[in-house]
Nanobody, 124 residues
Framework: QVQAVESGGGLVQAGGSLRLSCTVSGLTFDDYTMGWFRQAPGKEREAVACIKWSGGLTYYADSVKGRFTISRDNAKNTAYMQMNSLKPEDTAMYYC?????????????????WGQGTQVTVSS
């Protein structure tokens, strides 16, 4: 059984930083693309950042380029997303997900394994 557990969300003021973590069990972690997605109330889920299994390729949504950095530690079965210069519009539930496919831009239906999400709230 695959489990993905996110942590690191919280309440932060605009301009602040947070680091999200996602630890995965039940699959061969370094065979999978890892992605971070977010969904704000009333909006569709969107891909924020993805990283290929080797870590050599990444994708970022235009809205987070230069502010967010995705990384992974395959020895720890964990993916990370460092979020800097946070804005109120970054407020959302953030989910990590795993896919056996690499596409850029990512295709959400490729991601079969999802975490429960961690809330990020940025106050103005």
């Amino acid at each position: 059984q695959v489990q993905a557990v996110e942590s690191g969300g919280g309440l932060v003021q605009a301009g602040g930083s947070l680091r999200l973590s996602c630890t995965v069990s039940g699959l061969t972690f370094d065979d999978y693309t890892m992605g971070w997605f977010r969904q704000a109330p009333g909006k569709e889920r969107e891909a924020v950042a993805c990283i290929k299994w080797s870590g050599g390729l990444t994708y970022y949504a235009d809205s987070v380029k230069g502010r967010f950095t995705i990384s992974r530690d395959n020895a720890k079965n964990t993916a990370y997303m460092q979020m800097n210069s946070l804005k109120p519009e970054d407020t959302a539930m953030y989910y990590c997900a795993a896919s056996s496919i690499w596409r850029s831009p990512p295709y959400t239906p490729d991601f079969h394994y999802w975490g429960q999400g961690t809330q990020v709230t940025v106050s103005s």
